[in-house]
């Protein structure tokens, strides 16, 4: 199959959460599984940035015509780690300092849906499937089966959306439907595209995509239940049949204790006793925090409200009482990142906070932390905790999407299946009776090194999840 990844992200480009690991990990299983795969994404100004060291080819270039807009789009080749990325360039939308958060945001990713599409008629690259994430390229199915419906270059191609976060909607005046995309109201009209009032991206997608998945089967099952908060249950049961969840898996040349150049020592599920000590006392020097006999908690996360750092910021004061050390990277909400400069100030030999994204500090602390914290108030799949299982490093997390799909809970009695610590309902009291668990799960280290071995045996790899992606695929393609 020739496959078209269009994706708002994808790393090692851009990363700011799992979307982009899913589309970077998944494209290369595929094109290692013998399926022709190539990801286009925004030509962001943070790549500009390594021009010197990442040099992208320019393919050519061509005008898109939003209404009365005519955007001038450049599209540049990059080959990196086995993946053809082409790169959609235009300095108006795309040379900030940010890759979201403006409010022409709906404005930037119409463009590019419609660029992406075109891009693939410059490059001559005849899709069997165009996969799409998110709301931000979530329209491209409908403008495949209302404006390129009679285009012969897009005659047979299926589409396939994964949902990764639905929070994000992609909602839009009515207006905007033929403004941007040249659409007709009708469609609003009809409901295919409304969703409180609004134009939805993502329904948009969910009603026209072939197939559609979700990324994990619990997750799935939460957004087909008429109490879920995103409000999709009555659309995508109408797609139940067309509708999976697939667990994502993790690349496993990145992410290997037992070969990753970056962290201190290299370990395997045999060895890592003295070597994760030493990637411990590594992590506390990179950040820098000093030494203790406690153990170390790690976050490696977007800073949101929806990631629960509510509750964490309430139970960082406990944790500090019990002799622990937190160490965080991310980025996010103001407001959350003030709180933990306030605290990482209020202990400065206790707290390392790196605001950003850093690979480095990264796997580091997967690697030499003891706890992963992922008190996440919902979480599709999550990526950091089959991360930091393959490190041996336990998460504690709420029972929530893919968290309740990949991790085992310990509940005292399953120290031979168990790899971290589950909490049910999103409050403060019940993180902190996990982190109690965790505290004394620490000081009993033959019980702890059980779960350790637990969780760096489980098998997280892409090559089943991907192999149920082309199960997907081959669902669409027989589709008429």
Not at 263 to 270: E, G, W
Request: glycine content about 6%.
């Amino acid at each position: 199959m020739k496959i078209a990844m269009i994706a708002s992200e994808a790393n090692p480009l851009y990363h700011t959460g799992g979307l982009a690991e899913v589309v970077y990990s998944l494209s290369r299983s595929l094109n290692s599984l013998g399926h022709e795969t190539i990801v286009v994404v925004p030509f962001y100004k943070y790549l500009k940035n390594y021009k010197e060291s990442i040099k992208p080819e320019f393919v050519g270039s061509f005008n898109v015509f939003m209404s009365w807009r005519n955007q001038y789009t450049g599209v540049f080749k990059l080959v990196y780690n086995g993946i053809t990325f082409y790169l959609i360039d235009n300095e108006q939308y795309f040379m900030r300092d940010e890759i979201y958060g403006f409010n022409d945001d709906n404005e930037r990713y119409a463009f590019f849906s419609i660029a992406a599409l075109e891009s693939l008629r410059l490059i001559n690259f005849h899709a069997d499937i165009i996969h799409v994430h998110d709301w931000q390229t979530s329209i491209i199915p409908c403008l495949l089966k209302e404006k390129y419906n009679r285009d012969p270059f897009f005659k047979g191609v299926k589409s396939a959306l994964t949902i990764h976060n639905p929070a994000f909607k992609g909602f839009m005046d009515k207006y905007f439907l033929n403004n941007y995309f040249g659409l007709s109201d009708s469609l609003y009209d009809m409901g295919k595209v409304r969703f409180d009032g609004l134009v939805s991206t993502l329904k948009a997608g969910i009603v026209y995509s072939d197939v559609i998945s979700t990324v994990s089967p619990n997750h799935r099952n939460e957004l087909l239940d008429p109490l879920s908060s995103f409000k999709f249950n009555y659309v995508l049961e109408l797609r139940r049949d067309d509708f999976v969840g697939i667990v994502n898996g993790i690349d496993y040349d990145e992410y290997n204790p037992e070969k990753d150049e970056i962290i201190a020592k290299t370990y395997s599920h045999t060895t890592f006793a003295k070597a994760k000590e030493a990637c411990k006392a590594d992590l506390l020097k990179s950040f820098p925090i000093k030494e203790t006999k406690g153990p170390v908690f790690g976050l490696v996360t977007r800073l949101s409200e929806q990631k629960g750092l509510d509750l964490l910021l309430a139970n960082i004061p406990y944790l500090m009482n019990e002799g622990a050390s937190l160490v965080i990277v991310g980025s996010g909400e103001k407001d959350i990142q003030n709180k933990l400069q306030a605290l990482r100030d209020q202990y400065p030999d206790r707290i390392g906070v790196y605001f950003g994204y850093n690979t480095n500090l990264a796997h580091k602390i997967f690697a030499g932390s003891d706890f992963f914290l992922m008190p996440s108030q919902f979480e599709p799949c999550g990526i950091g905790q089959l991360i930091s299982e393959r490190y041996g490093t336990l998460p504690v997390a709420r029972e929530t999407g893919g968290l309740k799909d990949t991790i085992i809970s310990f509940d005292g009695s399953n120290a031979s299946s168990a790899t971290g610590f589950l909490f049910t309902n999103f409050n403060a009291d019940e993180l902190h009776a996990s982190l109690e668990k965790a505290l004394s799960l620490y000081h009993d280290k033959t019980t702890m090194n059980k779960l350790i071995k637990n969780a760096m045996n489980r098998d997280s790899s892409w090559a089943k999840s991907a192999q149920e992606y082309i199960k997907l695929y081959e669902k669409a393609l027989l589709k008429l």
